[in-house]
T-cell receptor
Framework: GIQVEQSPPDLILQEGANSTLRCNFS?????LQWFHQNPWGQLINLFY???GTKQNGRLSATTVATERYSLLYISSSQTTDSGVYFC????????????FGQGTELSVKP | DTGVSQNPRHKITKRGQNVTFRCDPI?????LYWYRQTLGQGPEFLTY????????KSRLLSDRFSAERPKGSFSTLEIQRTEQGDSAMYLC?????????????????FGEGSRLTVL
């Protein structure tokens, strides 16, 4: 089945810094989502992005499906951005379900 | 609040007991998914439904696990004869989907999860 790899696995930032999280996937996908998992475990939707670029406030995402990767940009990071960021892809050959990467754990220090 | 609702949020049980989790999806969503997440890992797919039909089950879903969605609305996930290895967060999600093959799926939205601890 499709493999989803996220990098880096861990990231420590000073408040105000920018960062880029990467998601590579091993095969063609129908779609892709980015999530932020809060300290209580809930997955918060950030982007639903099969291709192209989307922006939402300080966050933006770009998916280049032909090259099998997606990037999540966080600008002017805040302590509330801390948590785990997951990339998940839809694989047409595996039906209509999301396959998750292992996540990037972000810690933003004040 | 019209998001995905899960209960109970926390369950502590002794090994060998049965537990049941409930998920109420977003009302207009016809697809419902169950995932399991252990510490430090990404969520792993367990099973999903389109309306009342269970379209796919992961090999992670042993014979002790059963999921139902009898009227195409809420779903239950039951674990029989729990083991310590079943301790995890059980996540439910819903989406709009089209087609009988399950290939066309809209954005998934997750509930807050049900955390199971087996002593």
């Amino acid at each position: 089945g499709i493999q989803v790899e996220q990098s880096p696995p861990d990231l420590i930032l000073q408040e105000g810094a920018n960062s880029t999280l990467r998601c590579n996937f091993s095969d063609s996908v129908n779609n892709l989502q980015w999530f932020h998992q809060n300290p209580w475990g809930q997955l918060i939707n950030l982007f639903y992005i099969p291709s192209g670029t989307k922006q939402n406030g300080r966050l933006s995402a770009t998916t280049v499906a032909t090259e099998r990767y997606s990037l999540l940009y966080i600008s002017s990071s805040q302590t509330t951005d801390s948590g785990v960021y997951f990339c998940a892809v839809y694989d047409a050959s595996q039906g209509g379900k999301l396959i998750f990467g292992q996540g990037t754990e972000l810690s933003v220090k004040p | 609040d019209t998001g995905v609702s899960q209960n109970p949020r926390h369950k502590i049980t002794k090994r060998g007991q049965n537990v049941t989790f409930r998920c109420d999806p977003i009302s207009e969503h016809n697809r419902l998914y169950w995932y399991r997440q252990t510490l430090g890992q990404g969520p792993e797919f367990l099973t999903y439904f389109q309306n009342e039909a269970q379209l796919e089950k992961s090999r992670l879903l042993s014979d002790r696990f059963s999921a139902e969605r009898p009227k195409g609305s809420f779903s239950t996930l039951e674990i029989q004869r729990t083991e310590q290895g079943d301790s995890a967060m059980y996540l439910c999600a819903s989406s709009r989907g089209t087609g009988i093959t399950g290939l066309n799926t809209g954005e998934l939205f997750f509930g807050e999860g049900s955390r199971l601890t087996v002593l």
